[in-house]
C-alpha cells in the first residue's frame, strides 16, 4: 500500500488528493488522509536526503502541504459543523447508517456534549472525533465564532503532527517506506490516545 501511494507522490495532484480526503473524511472517517499527508511529507524528507535537486514537479512542497492539509481540516469541520445545524432528523438518520460514526456518538457523546475548546483539538486526533464534535457542535447550535478558532487550532496541530511525523520519521530513519510504515504507527496511536482521553470523565471541558 506504501508504494502505491508513495507513487502518487510524484504527480502534482497530491495536494489536491489530500485536500478532498481530508475535507470528506469528516463524513468518511475511513479515508486515508493521514496517510496521503505522511506519505507526501516522507517522499519530501526522502527527495531532500537524496542529494542531487530533484524535479520541483516530483517532490510536494513540505510548507504548501502544511497548508492545503490544515486548510482542508477547517473547510471539513465547517461544512460539518453547516450540515449538523441543518440537518435535523435527515442527519442522525444518515448517522445512524454507519456504524463507526454510531460507535463514535455512543462513545464520545456524553463527553463531547460537555463542549470545551481543547476537547475540539483532542477529539481531531480520535478516529471519528472529528465527525462527532464538527456535528455536535452544529447540532447544539454552538455560534461559528465560538467552534472556527478551535477548529482552525485543531487543523494546525493535526496537519503540523502529521507532517513532522512523515517529514523527519524519514529523515531520522533513512529510509522513506519505514519512516512512513512507522509514522502511520505513532498516528494510530496518537487517535487511540485521544480517544481514551475523551472518553474519560476528567476529560477537558474548557468553555469553547
Do not use: C, N
Not at 488528493?17 to 511529507?41: E, N, R
Not at 509514522?183 to 474519560?200: C, I, N, P, Q, T
Amino acid at each position: 500500500m506504501f508504494e502505491t501511494l508513495g507513487s502518487l507522490t510524484a504527480s502534482p495532484w497530491i495536494y489536491a488528493l489530500v485536500a478532498v480526503s481530508i475535507v470528506l473524511d469528516v463524513f468518511l472517517p475511513v479515508l486515508p488522509s493521514g496517510v496521503l499527508v505522511i506519505t507526501a511529507a516522507a517522499a519530501a524528507a526522502a527527495a531532500g536526503a537524496a542529494g542531487p535537486v530533484p524535479v520541483p514537479e516530483q517532490v510536494p512542497d513540505i510548507l504548501l502541504l502544511l497548508v492545503i492539509a490544515t486548510t482542508a481540516s477547517v473547510l471539513g469541520d465547517m461544512a460539518a459543523f453547516r450540515l449538523g445545524r441543518r440537518g435535523g432528523a435527515r442527519l442522525d438518520r444518515a448517522i445512524a447508517r454507519s456504524r463507526r460514526l454510531t460507535r463514535a456518538h455512543e462513545r464520545l457523546g456524553t463527553a463531547l456534549a460537555r463542549g470545551g475548546g481543547a476537547l475540539v483539538v483532542i477529539a481531531r486526533f480520535a478516529p471519528a472525533g472529528r465527525s462527532v464534535v464538527s456535528l455536535g457542535a452544529g447540532k447544539t447550535q454552538r455560534k461559528v465564532a465560538e467552534f472556527l478558532p478551535w477548529s482552525v487550532l485543531a487543523g494546525m496541530a493535526w496537519a503540523g503532527y502529521s507532517v513532522a511525523l512523515g517529514y523527519f520519521g524519514t529523515q531520522w530513519l533513512g529510509t522513506q517506506w519505514l519512516g512512513t510504515a512507522l509514522s502511520v504507527v505513532a498516528l494510530f496511536a496518537a487517535g487511540a490516545l485521544a480517544a481514551f482521553l475523551v472518553r474519560r470523565p476528567e476529560a477537558p471541558a474548557a468553555t469553547a
